[in-house]
């Protein structure tokens, strides 16, 4: 069961990196709905359930009892020169009608030699959330703000 979960793993794991590795120029194009550009910051935004990122070694300090988590993954790059951005501080928050918010730090992380920023969320309810992002870069004066928009689905 536990090298099920890991293959699991690594192959959502791999899907999400081919996503957010891709040209930021080439998906600009099409302009999906985890994808923004704001002050010359390309923002991937992936979000998986909790459960695929079990079996890797304490990810966030491990993923807790709780039935409804899920993993948010936001990848960064310089829009201008499709350079992956790996010394930002940041912070997300997950927001639903009617259900409280917390902003939290996106930890750095670097699989398969990339390095990519996430954290877990609470998301229990089907619908509409906000993802609000908050990115701060050494020796850029400007905070980077951007809101997605996912629906999320129950497990």
Do not use: C
Request: aromatic letters at 8%; charged letters at 15%.
């Amino acid at each position: 069961m536990h090298t099920r979960s890991v293959k699991t793993f690594w192959k959502a794991a791999l899907v999400v990196m081919g996503m957010v590795m891709l040209s930021p120029i080439a998906a600009a194009a099409d302009a999906p709905e985890n994808f923004q550009v704001v002050d010359g910051v390309a923002i991937y935004l992936g979000i998986m359930p909790a459960q695929l990122v079990q079996g890797h070694p304490k990810m966030h300090g491990g993923v807790s009892a709780a039935r409804y988590r899920d993993h948010l993954v936001v990848a960064l790059f310089d829009n201008a020169t499709g350079r992956r951005i790996e010394d930002a501080q940041v912070t997300a928050a997950a927001m639903a009608p009617g259900l409280s918010s917390q902003w939290k730090a996106l930890e750095s992380m670097r699989v398969a030699e990339a390095v990519t920023y996430g954290n877990y969320f609470d998301m229990p309810r089907e619908g509409a959330y906000h993802i609000q992002l908050r990115i701060r870069r050494p020796g850029q004066p400007q905070l980077v703000e951007a809101t997605f928009t996912h629906l999320h689905f129950k497990q």
